[in-house]
């Protein structure tokens, strides 16, 4: 195939892909409707392959640190028993049943949430270092989102409205006025943003989602 | 069967203190564990994603001869030319018949969901339950429609902010520092709360986890000790 | 170097210490101070309250084990309190870890998830439905033929409760448990607007701002993190719903406390300091 139709072929696809879906946002017409339902059908069980590229990255970068045996080898040994004994059992071994297996369930209960859980439970010690360390009040800015945050903290734990009453309301009026008026002007602003984006890939003008040499 | 449940108890406690090591000093307990987690999730999306290829493509093609489905299976395969040099652009097929589709999607919604719908919300009464004093809701409505035009003047770039321009940007920021303030407090509230779930688990007294976590603590960190000791003779 | 540049430097592992034993006390020994009521939580409340019997209901877990402690409190509340109101409950996932904590959720709602003989006609668990936002789009047009298979390998066709479900016109209410993308405004995009549907979500308490100025347009009601959970547990009592969320409240609050208190502590140095040398 020639370079002009390999650089131009994903470019026709993702632009009539584009417009077959915002025309059927906008126009009712069974026949139409009915084929971009089967559209998304086929996009929904091909990006499900995707996931190959990530099983075959790490599958290659961990294999490769076991064989030379580098520093932490053995951490590659327990990604790829992890990974792959997992993979087995819910593809093979569960008798149809994937992760409605008991065995399996077993393993994400007992080892996959847990980890999962906690690893993002440091975060909670993080924040704290970090209002202790870093949080300064060095503009007016700073002290107004300081007084707004310690505001809100204790407004929404039980321990405000406790101590004082009216924090619980202020805290509300926090939310309801200034929160949705900062967050709804840049809503609007990111939804034109993302919209002149959405132009340029579909027009053909945006092509990093392709990768190199695109 | 009570065996296997304390042995997965024991299983979660170990690997969620080998986590909490970290917070002394990065060692090789907690490198161990993140493998082992980045294995599973891995593994667990894998899974769940063939179990749903398998029930909407592969069985109306095996049971029903469903022909439909070879050719979104053969677009998904198209995947792993992502390794190949030379056949790279295949690999851009599938991209670009996801990106296309969920860039479609994306701007024909977000134009009523996000655009719209929020313009009708500036200008438009709000419930009166959403304000906290009664009454002043007509106060509160004005408030919110100057403070989201301030924010939206505060982002143009296109000319310089001055006279009125750079007043209305001025409103616009101190509106998004009460906000940025609010969302600060919120994460506090959200990270704690991940603390909180861990804690309830290992320290779930008396009929649980506690009495294996106080064993297995002192397991971790003896360990943890002796690598770290290990490694400081070997310096 | 003085008392405030020493308490600056401290070494951060003490302030973990102080963290996790002041988060720990109250799980050991609970305080038990009030509840306060959101009015999110409450307009949430009174949403479900309004779902009739029959009514076709889609309970959403858009969330991963690492919102769990939050959001997994928040999916059984709502299915308790829906299965209360009679609702036809429709649960399904777009984030990998959804499914399993659907079913570990109708486990200790119900007793049991697939085996219990309302599963099918009273609840069902229709899975993992990948891809998200065109998932989402493709749920809204045809249900049946995104879900063929529920959670547990039953062909949807033969489900007695999605026998009159066919798209998002068929869906009474939709309640989203987000905890990131895709979530809310990926539901608003392409069922609430497009159907008209009305709309309730639980969120991870990060979330939470930035969801509030969808409310009361697009958003009916808003579960706000662990809070939310705690609060909607309260409104429960009246149909015996038993709450746990009172301790991890209460340590909610004195970890709050305490890092106002880290705040505070560090800046009286650093505003001494900058008073200092105006002076």
Known sequence: ?214 | METLEILGTLMAAAFTLMVYSFLYKENKAYRFAEHVFIGLAVAHSTVISSKYVWDTAFTPLITKGDTFWILSILVGLLYVFFFSKKYFWIYRIPVSTVVGTGIGLGMAGLLRSQFIDQIIGTIGLPDPKATWISGSYYINVVLIAIGTIGTLFFFIFTMEQKGPLLYASQVGRWTMMIAFGAAFGFTVMARMSLLIGRLQFLLDYPAGVAWYSIPVAIVVVAAVALMERGKGKKA | MSFFDKLEKVDVRYIYVLLFIIVALPLLRPIGMPISMSPMTVAFYDTVEKVKPGDVVIVSVDWSAASQPEQYPQTKAVIAHLSAKGAKIICLGFWADGPPFIDRALKEVFGKSKDDPRYGTDFVNLGYVPNGEIGMAAIGKDIQATCTKDYYGTATSAIPIMKDVKSGKDFKLVVSLASGTPGVPEWLRQIQAQYGVTFLTGVTAVSAPGVRQYFPLQVAGVLEGLAGAAEYEVLLVRYGYKGTLAPPMDSQSLSHLLVVVFIVLGNVGFVLRKYGKAK
Do not use: C
Not at chain 1, 62 to 91: C, D, E, P, V
Not at chain 1, 184 to 208: K, N, P, Q, W
């Open chain 1, 1 to 214: 195939m020639s370079v002009a139709i390999r650089r131009s072929l994903p470019l026709v696809i993702t632009f009539i892909a584009g417009l077959l879906v915002i025309g059927d946002y906008y126009f009712k017409v069974p026949d139409y409707n009915k084929l971009v339902s089967n559209w998304m059908s086929f996009v929904n069980v091909a990006s499900s392959f995707a996931v190959i590229i990530g099983y075959v990255t790490l599958t290659r970068i961990h294999a490769r640190r076991l064989t030379q045996h580098k520093a932490g080898w053995y951490n590659s040994l327990a990604l790829i028993f992890a990974m792959y004994g997992l993979l087995i059992w819910g593809l093979f071994l569960s008798g149809g049943k994937f992760t409605a297996d008991p065995a399996y369930t077993y393993w994400f209960n007992n080892l996959y949430v847990p980890l999962d859980s906690t690893i993002f439970s440091l975060l909670a010690f993080y924040i704290a270092s970090s209002a202790y360390r870093a949080f300064r009040v060095r503009t007016a800015e700073a002290t107004v989102l300081l007084i707004s945050a310690v505001v809100v903290m204790l407004g929404r734990a039980p321990v405000g409205p406790a101590i004082w009453p009216t924090i619980g309301p202020i805290t509300s009026w926090i939310m309801a006025v200034p929160n949705t008026a900062g967050m709804r002007g840049i809503t609007i602003g990111v939804a034109l943003g993302v919209l002149s984006m959405g132009i340029r890939l579909l027009l053909g003008r945006e092509r990093g989602y392709l990768g190199p040499g695109a």
